[in-house]
């Protein structure tokens, strides 16, 4: 019997997604269909095609909505019923819209302050506006209903005042947030507990363990007794209690069909399960599985539930280990959850981001080292976005295209650690032949693209390097080849777009899942489905650009609209764009943006995307070269920051012309803004507002000492220190390798490893701090639960950890040698003549034998006399060649002058630059690559 209403469920399922219009059912009646057969599949485990009904009732409830508000009058209850459906499919700004239309026309006092309450539940949670602005103005909505009367009763209000402040809070981590969300949470509970039936009253015990958590760490921090949480629980243990006592009574009185109901049946589980009454938890919570939901009930049930669990000492079960072995509280939890309970218990973590700084393949090549022990210790699996700049855009592609690849030709089932740590060590590889193309150079080795450049008009380097980005890196990890005429062989973003391969549980099959959506499916997964965000600045507003594989423009949490007064150019999907280039805008070029060093390549633009303007994208890191601002915005709990940067570095005597000065100004306000930020994730991962902080860079654990002044009559004494620093470097060999250039030239096998080799060593003692400052607050298990323990795997870059570890200056030759390489490292050019004596030596004998035949020949020729004859066409060419010489610095002003001096330039690096080019590919570049080999290193 059940099996015949399956049947028949998805047969109702697929003709409502098939048919454009139902034929002879309106719009509004097939939505509700939509919604009703999306609960029904969901609770018998139907995922697939639960989420298809979603889009296909999101698709009509918007045209729906649209067409509503082109009416001229609307219906009071047909507008607050859309409005709630609207709320139901994430239109939240369409349901906004309807809400102010209506309370403009105006409407009954009953229906008014119940689509108040509904505009401000749709306006905090509109992602289109910026956190901070959708919060103030929800909550001045609320106040214009009464919500700081001390007559306020309605647990509607209050209760959305609570969540607001609890989202200002997991925002600002600010204790004044926390405690508002529980004052109006607790208001909700006892003025009307009746009409709140638990909402309000189980919120207010769960910010009631948060803060006694919260008390608990800070007095284990500061080392000091803590007089705050066991008052704390008990407060939420007896509310908790009065809850199971009293609900039940309500609801009989209320509604005869409450046990069908799913916000009641889980607020009775959670009651029990925050007071350790497990398996009356599990009662419920079985009963709640068995009624109509949606996935994103059953997520934010789940989450909620988890984290009452780890805010109590339970650590979620291993990896592989038996249900029947696993504590109380997740055997509860697995009666909801079923079979993907183990991949659920993880969310505690909350959302994990991964931020790779800019610093050109310096930074590409220190993440790997990252990468590769992140992979060791299976936090990879966890990240949920991956927020690039420049040579982290760059790198963080090419592992974004290569996890791709394995998440849609794997389940979530068959993908393990062995995995990911398989696929850094391809990533590398692949990355490392790319990087040892010289793209730098490369980008004027083709004469015809030089031409290209010189003629194209909104062609310049930055798509050169782009394109090259693409032939050298991604097209490594999976060749593509576009299809349509007009538009560059190059992948477009859109289909960056992960459809991870699902097992179906019901059918025993899998399927590639079309309608897969991160933020509301991560949660069932244990290998996340990650959201690349490519950083960019926009030279028009100053804000910061994301490229994604869903949308392009300007996210809103980043602009303050408070200081900031520049307009921000909306984000919008590829599909909503105006022309066929925009919307299949190519990620080499996406990358190329993030990494278009300003003055060094030419910004990219974006013609006819907005009215009357022509957007300019330069380097991301000139908005923020580590990328968390990007992981904040979407809203990241636990945040990864691996930062190879460069940094400023002191200098005895500053030089003092006005270039010069401007530079230096510039590094000074760059570093400033980098310290500033890092204090604002300290500060939130104390207050808790973040669930961790892991941030690494390349000059860590190399203090600096105070100066004395001239006959200081107090020295500092000097400090004794060890060679090496924590994490096993020298401290020398890790100063030079915080030197290496910012380029995208030929790194050699020595410089690239080293690197590698940095960041991992970095990254395993990070972790191990991490865990024991962990262990230090009396927390259960090891910090964000990762296998910080894991043991290390053979790596490409294994063999030079030791010479790195050794001090040059005690007399160890490959010590020496690799210093004698990274001090050479930080050149920009000359760095194979630096490296080889032979070379050098041979380019000065041939300097000296040039120098020596020009003295000659002027000997020879001393008394000789020469007749120079300038006709009219000669001397007008030298006044013509004058006035250009005068006027291009001013060729700003005149967008004539400033082509001109674009092909001068250009024709000179696409003609000149093509020769010299091909020769350093040919000749020099291999000579510098021969001299870098590690096995050379390994040797001596």
Known sequence: MAKQNYKKLITQAQELIDQTQPSGTP?????????????????????????????????????????????????ETETLTLTKRLKNVDEHALARELLQKLLAQGCSDDLAIKATQQLALNTYKDGELPPDERYSQALTILEGIGLRSSDCKDPETLGQAGAIYKRKFN????????????????????????????????????????????????????KIPDTECESLRKQAGDLRKQLLADLPNYATVQDQNILQQW?????????????????????????????????????????????????????????????????????????????????????????????????????SLYHLGVLA??????????????????????????????????????T???????????????????????????????????????????????YGRSNRMGELYESYFYQQVEAYQVATDGLPNMRPMHDLRIHPLTADQLGNTTFTDENFRPQQANWRRRSKVPTLLLNTTSLNSGHNWHFTASFMGEPPGLT???????????????????????????????VAASAGVPALFDPLELEDLYP????????????????????????????????????????????????SVFFRSDSILQDRVREAQYQDLEAKAKNNALQGLFFIHLKQDLHSDPLDWIQCDNPTPEPQRPHCTDYGIDRGQQRRLAQVRTDLDTFTEVEAYALMASGYAMTKHQLSELDR??????????????????????????????????????????????????????????????????????????????????????????????????????????????????????GKYLQPLDTARKWIGLAVLGTVGWVLANLHLKFFDQWFKQRGKLQRLLDL
């Open 263 to 363: 916000w009641f049946l889980v607020s009775m589980a959670e009651a029990a399960f925050g007071l350790g009454q497990w398996d009356e938890a599990g009662k419920w919570l079985e009963l709640a599985k068995n009624t109509e939901h949606f996935e994103w009930e059953q997520q934010t049930t789940t989450q909620q539930l988890v984290a009452i669990a780890r805010m109590h000492g339970f650590v979620p079960p291993a990896e592989g280990q038996s249900a029947k072995d696993w504590a109380a509280p997740w055997q509860a939890l697995s009666l909801l959850l079923g079979a993907d309970a183990p991949a659920s218990f993880e969310c505690f973590r909350g959302k994990v981001g991964l931020a790779l700084s800019g610093g050109g393949f310096r930074a």
């Open 560 to 590: 303050g609209q408070d200081i900031d007064m520049n307009q921000r150019y909306r984000r919008l999907y590829y599909w909503q764009a105006p022309t066929e280039k925009l919307k299949h805008y190519p990620l080499g070029y996406a």
């Open 773 to 890: 400052q962990h262990q230090d607050l009396q927390l259960n298990g090891h910090w964000a639960d990762f296998d910080i323990q894991a043991p290390a795997q053979d790596w490409p870059f294994s063999s030079i950890a030791p010479i790195l570890a050794a001090d040059p200056e005690a007399g160890d030759s490959k010590a020496k040698d690799l210093a004698m390489q990274l001090n050479a490292s930080s050149l920009l050019a000359g760095k194979a003549f630096v490296l080889i004596p032979t070379l050098k030596y041979a380019f000065i004998a041939c300097g000296l034998l040039l120098l020596a035949l020009l003295i000659y020949w002027i000997k020879q020729n001393w008394l000789d006399n020469t007749t120079i004859t300038l006709g009219v066409a000669s001397i007008t060419t030298a006044i013509i060649i004058t006035l250009v010489g005068v006027l291009l610095p001013f």
């Open 171 to 222: 925002r600002s981590g600010r204790l004044e947030d926390l405690q508002a969300a529980h004052y109006f949470y607790q208001r909700g509970w006892t003025k009307n507990p009746q009409q709140d039936m638990g909402y309000c009253g189980i919120n207010a015990a769960f910010i009631l363990d948060k803060l006694a958590h919260r008390a608990h760490v800070n007095a284990a921090r500061e």
């Open 27 to 75: 719009a509004d009646s097939a939505a509700d269909k939509c919604l009703m057969l999306s609960k029904q599949l969901y609770q018998q485990g139907e995922v697939r095609v639960s989420r298809q009904l979603l889009v296909k009732a999101r698709e009509l409830l918007k045209q729906q909505g649209e067409a509503c508000l082109a009416k001229t009058a609307l219906d």
């Open 412 to 458: 979530d089932a068959e993908i393990s650690r062995d995995d990911y740590i398989k696929l850094v060590r391809e990533v590398i590889t692949q990355f490392f032949n790319g990087v040892s193309k010289n793209l730098r150079v490369r980008a004027l080795a083709s004469l015809p693209d030089n031409f290209k450049m010189l003629f194209q008009s909104g």
């Open 373 to 410: 022990r992140l992979a060791e210790v299976d936090a990879l699996r966890s990240v949920e976005v991956l927020s690039t700049v420049s040579g982290g855009s760059i790198v963080g592609a090419h592992y974004y295209l290569a996890l791709r690849k394995m998440l849609m030709e794997k």
């Open 612 to 659: 009357d303007r022509t957007i300019r994208l330069v380097d991301g890191g000139v908005h923020d070269n580590q990328g968390v601002a990007g992981l904040l915005d979407e809203s990241c709990d636990l945040i990864l920051c691996s930062d190879a940067s460069g940094q400023m570095d002191d200098q005895a005597s500053p030089k003092k012309s006005a270039l």
